[in-house]
């Protein structure tokens, strides 16, 4: 990218900053759109940044961040310093700018991913920026915060959506009740936006049998899912306790 893009990108950046705060900015559907749509990306705390990425979206090329926190706590979860949202970001805002000005007409766009990127309420900010930028954004959600999704949506051009279970299995693996109802809530709102989606569920064997999956894969279909993945847990990561149960239910 020119220098004359780079400026161009601060120039974006400080349209973003101040065109949050104008009347129309904010995208619809937002529930508390004020604590959502935060007017500085700055603020974002980033656990990671991976510059390059052929797999976090499929078929396109991307950088993706992973945004430190989230409210459950899945027994598979790899990565679990992640969860803590009192955990301080390692990587600043203006290094996924730079990153973003130096790789204009290479990256086709930037996925946000966690933890729970919803969580966050510079999110929109974010996202506006990367947007305005010329670059497509992508996010990874469990789907957590459903309103939160709802005021960033707008700003979305593809979701990849875990849904973990049947929703009479869901506590079973984030630890946390209602996670079912947010989760397929989150899911609803996706297909009502018509924002492509990639649903995907990693198996937990320690929770889940083939029917469950079968039950989970029938219920997908009839909400009007064409694109699920199933995905196999992965060990590296998980406590010792999950290694020790995934290792018995394998067995
Ligand atoms: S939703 Fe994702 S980041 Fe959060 S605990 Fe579950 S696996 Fe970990």
Redesign the pocket.
């Known amino acids: 990218m020119t220098s004359h893009d780079t400026s161009a990108l601060a120039r974006v950046a400080a349209r973003a900053r101040a065109g949050a705060q104008g009347p129309g900015r904010a995208p619809s559907g937002a529930g508390r759109r004020g604590a959502v749509l935060n007017d500085d990306a700055d603020g974002l705390q980033i656990a990671g940044l991976t510059s390059l990425s052929t797999c976090d979206w499929p078929g396109r090329l991307v950088a993706t961040v992973f945004l430190q926190g989230?409210?459950?706590?899945?027994t598979?979860?790899?990565?679990?310093e992640?969860?803590d949202p009192r955990t301080p970001g390692v990587v600043p805002w203006a290094q996924v700018r730079n990153l973003l000005s130096r790789r204009a007409g290479l990256l086709d766009g930037l996925v946000f991913s966690?933890?729970?990127p919803t969580r966050q309420p510079m999110l929109g900010a974010a996202m506006r920026e990367v947007k305005e930028a010329g670059f497509g954004v992508g996010l990874h959600t469990?789907g957590?915060y459903p309103r939160r999704l709802a005021a960033v949506l707008g700003l979305v051009d593809w979701v990849g959506l875990?849904i973990?279970a049947p929703a009479d299995l869901y506590e079973a693996?984030?630890?946390v009740g209602r996670s079912a109802h947010a989760a397929f809530e989150s899911l609803r709102l996706v297909l009502d936006a018509g924002v492509p989606v990639q649903v995907r569920t990693?198996v937990d064997p320690t929770v889940l049998d083939e029917d469950d999956v079968a039950r989970l894969v029938r219920v997908l279909r009839h909400l009007g899912v064409h694109d699920h993945v199933r995905q196999e847990v992965r060990a590296l990561g998980t406590t010792p306790e999950y290694q020790e149960a995934l290792a018995a239910a394998r067995a």
């Open positions: 989230c409210p459950w706590s899945c598979y979860c790899h990565n679990p992640l969860i966690g933890g729970e469990s957590a875990d973990k693996i984030t630890g990693t």
